[in-house]
Nanobody
Framework: QVRLGESGGGLVQPGGSLRLSCAAS????????MGWYRQVPEKQRELVAT???????KYVDSVKDRFTISRDNARNTVYLQMNNLNPEDTALYSC??????????????WGQGTQVTVSS
């Protein structure tokens, strides 16, 4: 079994910064891709950013030049540094991992989510 535990959400003023963290634990051989999605009520879940095991990153256009995704492969942890936040970034942010388990099964794992609220 593989689990993801997120932290770092909260309330921040427009223009402020937050750093999200997500640590994977369990029967992991390696994690092919880690990433962050976000969702607001009554809207589809949106991919925010992903990072491969080799460090290749992808971002949704609306966060480019403001958000930075990184990972620590030794700790099976992914981070999302969010700068210059605006109210449109308010959402539930969920961590995602494409995991190769110790049994060589390939599985998708999701975290519970951490709320980010940008408001004055």
């Amino acid at each position: 079994q593989v689990r993801l535990g997120e932290s770092g959400g909260g309330l921040v003023q427009p223009g402020g910064s937050l750093r999200l963290s997500c640590a994977a634990s369990g029967n992991i051989r390696n994690i092919v891709v880690m990433g962050w999605y976000r969702q607001v009520p009554e809207k589809q879940r949106e991919l925010v950013a992903t990072i491969s095991i080799g460090g290749t990153t992808k971002y949704v256009d609306s966060v480019k030049d403001r958000f930075t995704i990184s990972r620590d492969n030794a700790r099976n942890t992914v981070y999302l540094q969010m700068n210059n936040l605006n109210p449109e970034d308010t959402a539930l942010y969920s961590c995602y991992a494409d995991v190769l388990t110790g049994a060589f099964d390939r599985i998708d794992v999701w975290g519970q989510g951490t709320q980010v609220t940008v408001s004055s």
